[in-house]
């Protein structure tokens, strides 16, 4: 980098995703982030956060009280797993159902679940939902396999643009769609302003990717950011600042885009303290001059 003039991260930008907090409901969740000093929060649509309003519709209204009180914005409502279909708990892995799935059935569930995800958005005052693919087939070559996940994106767009709801679909290792060029491939077909990446810049990284190149090539398309550290490749989310990721460079990139949507810091990995976590992320990232 050879520039002169410092440039610092606006703290309004920052958002923290519930997904830390999954052994909090998501008031207090919600709570603890403001406390921590973020602006903004990405919110779980899975188990035990937004799954729990989409069962419930009526209990939105005290989420939004928590959201006034404490002037948080959402970042984005993060679709990416659906376990709670499954009856499984909150914290466990896995991408099924998933809009890949070769059962029709399997995927019209996910679909369901996805158009829900979309009025709660709209119920909550939020511009974004991301998505996932899910994992690659064992079977299927995969021509067939996005074909399904095409054929599922279809509906769930149709939806997105008459609601005016933005969709990113999340790249990550060992999906359908793994990689920033991929995701890319998959928003050009569409060529739709409702659908975009959701970009993780430690899966790019756990990709081995250039990151200064994908947000130069690709960076038109973000819709939200999701950042952690990587270390060594792993895909392991740590606080930032303690992995590999060169994040000075990552938002010079980012400012030389004029990339002015939010970033989300996504620590999961960190459910057993989460406060600590989310505390130790913002100070660092409000640190950064580039």
Known sequence: MTHNIKSKINRCKIAFST??????????ALDKISRCGYCAVEILADVPHGFELIKNPRSAGKIISVLNSSGLKISNINANTAIGLLNLPAGSSGFEPSLSNPDESVR??????????????????????????????????????MDFFYASLDEILKIAEKKKIYVGIEPEPGLLIGSTDEAATAVQKYNSPYFGINWDAGHAESNSENLSFAIDKFGRYFFNLHIEDIKNKVHYHLIPGE????????????SCLKYDKYITVELYTYKDNPEYAAKKALDYLLGLEF
């Open 19 to 28: 997904n830390a907090f999954i052994n909090y409901p998501l008031d207090t």
């Open 243 to 254: 992995g590999d990721i060169n994040f000075k460079s990552l938002f010079y990139n980012l």
């Open 108 to 145: 019209k569930k996910r679909i369901r679940f996805t158009a829900d995800v979309i009025d709660l958005a709209l119920d909550l005052g939020a511009d974004t939902i991301s998505i996932t693919t899910g994992t690659k087939s064992d079977t299927l070559i995969k021509k067939e396999q």
